[in-house]
């Protein structure tokens, strides 16, 4: 753990903690399908900054990727652009931006902006291109908004996994673990006393969490309050047995705590909590897949700032279930084996 575990942090802060923004992904809505609007949109794309998500047909087609969490701007051409450009007048296009990351929000309006006037520029004497940007989701670019959600997943992701191997390890320490086995205790009914109390934990900590996001920081819950906490209840499948599991490998405190420290470090850098999971190399992008945190980390934001439901979220919680039973089913048999 001593030598293991700063050697693989070193690779993971060098290879894909970054705060450079790019391959941001756009949509894009051309109603002129014009030379001109081709080039504006051709000067996005050669900046190496933006990707092409897709086309959509109107502005209001551009409400879906953005809430899908498949594009972070969508950029809207009216149908007499070239027009307007000819004529002298100015033309006015809209960016539409996702606001949930403040941060590669504010980025890439500036990306955004420095390029429409740099078209406009290119354009000779003709009036200056006017753009009308517009937030959603997070409209003040407030931090908090974007990182007061996120504490569920670090409540639910580490300091339940962590107190879970522990409070498994100290019975084991203690030997009133050894006790309770050679009672007429099965040990299903042991696993489940030793979890349940820390699911009943984590629940009240999430309710916590949303009552002061809401009173006291002013973050509001847009979405739906019982798919927040049965999400919650699905990701703690996860945590719970992976608790147990490092409680498995562990027969002291310290190497639990070491362990956790070990395995958590690396999910909390990877899911996208802080650093956006499109800048890492892709090799590590396919990592994340493996992920559960990655996953809750998008549907609580979802939830809490777009108001996403089933029909937006369902690729996530879908993995979530997946990656959730099986790492506790794995848990669980390995825990009841070493209990026999």
Same mark, same amino acid.
Not at 16 to 37: F, N, P
Not at 247 to 262: G, I, P, Y
């Given at each position: ?34 030379? #001109? ?6 000067? +996005? ?6 990707? $092409? ?16 969490? #498949? ?17 002298? #007048? ?13 941060? @590669?929000?504010?980025?890439?309006? /500036? ?12 354009? /000779? ?17 407030? @931090? ?59 629940? %009240? ?10 009173? &006291?920081? /002013? ?44 395995? %958590? ?7 996208? +909590?802080?650093?956006?999971? #499109? ?6 992008? &396919? ?17 809490? $700032? ?35």
């Amino acid at each position: 753990m001593l030598i293991g575990a700063p050697i693989l942090q070193l690779f993971i802060f060098g290879y894909a903690v970054t705060l450079d923004i790019k391959h941001i992904q756009m949509v894009v809505a051309d109603r002129d399908r014009s030379c #001109e609007s081709r080039e504006l949109v051709g000067s +996005f794309l050669r900046s190496g900054y933006f990707d $092409l998500r897709g086309r959509v047909d109107s502005p209001a087609d551009l409400d879906r990727p953005l809430e899908a969490g #498949e594009a972070l701007v969508g950029l809207y051409v009216p149908q007499d652009f070239s027009k307007r450009l000819a004529r002298g #007048e100015p033309a006015p296009v809209q960016l539409v931006i996702d606001g949930t990351d403040m941060n @590669s929000a504010g980025v890439a309006g /500036g990306y955004a902006a420095a390029l429409i006037a740099h078209y406009a520029a290119a354009g /000779g004497p003709a009036p200056p291109l006017t753009h009308q940007p517009r937030i959603w989701y997070n409209p003040g670019l407030r @931090s908090m908004n974007y990182m007061v959600p996120a504490v569920i997943c670090m409540i639910l992701g580490t300091v339940m996994t962590a107190v879970t191997a522990m409070a498994v390890v100290r019975e084991r320490e203690t030997g009133t673990l050894e006790q309770l086995v050679v009672t007429p205790i099965r040990p299903a009914e042991l696993m489940l006393a030793k979890t349940l109390p820390f699911a009943g934990i984590g629940m %009240l900590d999430v309710a916590l969490v949303i009552v002061l996001a809401r009173y &006291w920081f /002013g973050v509001g819950l847009a979405g739906s309050l019982l798919l927040l906490l049965a999400s919650s209840a699905i990701f703690l499948l996860t945590t719970l047995g992976l608790g147990l599991f490092i409680s498995t490998l562990s027969r002291t405190q310290q190497q639990a705590m070491l362990t956790a420290f070990f395995v %958590l470090m690396p999910s909390v850098i990877l899911s996208g +909590f802080l650093f956006p999971i #499109e800048n890492m190399p892709q090799v590590i992008q &396919w990592l994340t897949y493996l992920i559960p945190l990655r996953y809750f980390v998008e549907i609580v934001r979802g939830i809490f $700032l777009q108001g996403s439901g089933v029909a937006i979220l369902w690729p996530q919680l879908t993995a979530l279930i997946a990656l959730g039973g099986t790492i506790f089913a794995l848990s669980a048999a390995r825990f009841q084996k070493r209990l026999g």
